[in-house]
């Protein structure tokens, strides 16, 4: 059964006191926000580990007796706050692995917060009718419901933006809304260099390629640049010039990769790419590799967050010795990056290299389902024993809220 999260978002309009609750509370979860961090950080220097939200939420208890002024907030919102920074230093960690595989990822501790802008309600605490919410411990407060909410309550965020207006932010669970599968076929896919990527039933999709014109336009704005004196306001405006169409050529490139993950998820029920946090040595030698590696990332990322509504399943398995491996025997083999084609040295199948590659990222996936699936001619044979397939090889894509222009926020559950 599937799951899907949405949100719902409206304009709310609390009174003068109201605001003055709002804005004493906002302060008081600062203060513990800051107190929280600072007790994990003590917490971490002492024992390498991290405090968990169970164990802050322990603290929290005795904290209210010390500081009684926290009693003024609802429990559950105080207990939120635990699990703010709970988020905060998973979210860290996260960054960190994918640093180390080579991602291009800001890394920054949990820090201090000057202020707090909102307040959360999980679960309890909380009533929305149609016009107006009651929250636990603050009131009534106004707002402008325009859409029936559908599906389970789940939480209840009230905001405060810079400029000073209140948003409600409803956050619903709602079951069953869409099919869980597509009904279409199956595919493994190979991302490479030679081609953006190679799919398992020998479907090949090419790279976006910069047209003669595009190059030489470039080529113009660099010698531009270098005609003119350093310093100058001239060379400025050159570069800025330069810089523009760069960002140009990108857009160009990011919207072919929405559309290449929109066709998959169209097209085919479950999508299996290589986990692409895993480093993969065999392949580190291509100068090209790094600019390739970074939209890679962008389009695993669109594929996972396009997968579900459309019915699809989007999941990474550990790509070690998937060019190696003969699809049909199971035999590894040293390949060199210029081999173009597979040809395997026991039983000589013969095959485009990267079409075997993502025939055995496919398998891969299957093999914990499956472990009798041979991705080849959908035939459940007899006993494939070769595969190493097994659990931690196949992990689902790291689930990311993705927010859209109207506000309404989807995550995959
Ligand atoms: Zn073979």
């Not at 904290?63 to 230093?89: G, M, T």
């Not at 929250?135 to 810079?162: A, C, D, M, P």
Request: glycine share 4%.
């Amino acid at each position: 059964m599937t799951a899907m999260k949405s949100a719902y978002k409206f304009r709310a309009y609390p009174s003068e006191d109201m605001q003055s609750i709002l804005n004493r509370q906002m302060f008081l979860s600062k203060e513990l926000y800051n107190l929280l961090l600072n007790k994990s950080k003590e917490y971490y220097k002492e024992t390498k580990k991290t405090l968990t939200e169970y164990r802050m939420n322990i603290w929290l208890t005795s904290l209210k007796k010390e500081r009684p002024e926290f009693q003024e907030l609802y429990s559950q919102v105080l207990q939120n706050v635990s699990k703010r920074i709970s988020d905060a230093y998973k979210s860290y960690f996260s960054r960190c692995k994918e640093k180390k595989a080579g991602a291009k990822a800001k890394v920054g501790f949990p820090r201090y917060r000057k202020f707090v802008s909102s307040l959360t309600y999980p679960q309890l605490g909380f009533k929305a009718e149609r016009k107006r919410v009651e929250l636990s411990k603050i009131g009534r407060i106004n707002y402008v419901n325009h859409r029936e909410i559908e599906g389970k309550t789940k939480t209840l965020t009230i905001k405060k933006t810079k400029s000073g207006e209140w948003y409600i932010t409803i956050a619903v669970e709602k079951k069953d809304i869409i099919p869980s599968t597509n009904g279409k076929p199956i595919v493994g896919i190979d991302l490479g260099l030679a081609q953006f990527a190679a799919l398992s039933d020998e479907t090949i999709i090419q790279n976006v390629k910069i047209t003669k014109r595009q190059r030489r336009h470039i080529k113009n704005l660099q010698q531009d640049i270098s005609r003119k004196n350093k310093g100058s306001i001239n060379r400025k405006k050159s570069v800025k010039k330069f810089a523009k169409y760069t960002e140009h050529i990108t857009r160009i490139r990011e919207d072919r990769l929405h559309q290449i993950s929109h066709n998959l998820v169209n097209s085919y029920s479950f999508i299996a790419c290589e986990d692409l946090s895993i480093q993969n040595m065999v392949k580190n030698h291509n100068l090209a590799r790094p600019i390739s590696e970074s939209s890679w990332g962008n389009f695993t990322q669109l594929l996972q967050y396009k997968a579900e509504s459309a019915g699809c399943v989007a999941v990474a398995v550990n790509p070690k010795y998937t060019s190696m491996t003969c699809n049909e025997c199971k035999n590894v083999q040293k390949i060199s990056l210029s081999q173009r084609t597979f040809v395997c040295e026991k039983c000589s199948h013969t095959e485009n290299r990267d079409i075997n590659a993502a025939q055995n990222i496919l398998e891969r996936a299957l093999g914990p389902i499956n472990p009798n699936f041979n991705s080849k001619a959908v035939k459940a044979t007899e006993g494939q024993s070769g595969s190493d397939a097994s659990e931690d090889h196949v992990r689902p894509f790291a689930r990311k809220a993705i927010a859209d222009e109207r506000g309404t926020i989807q995550v995959a559950s």
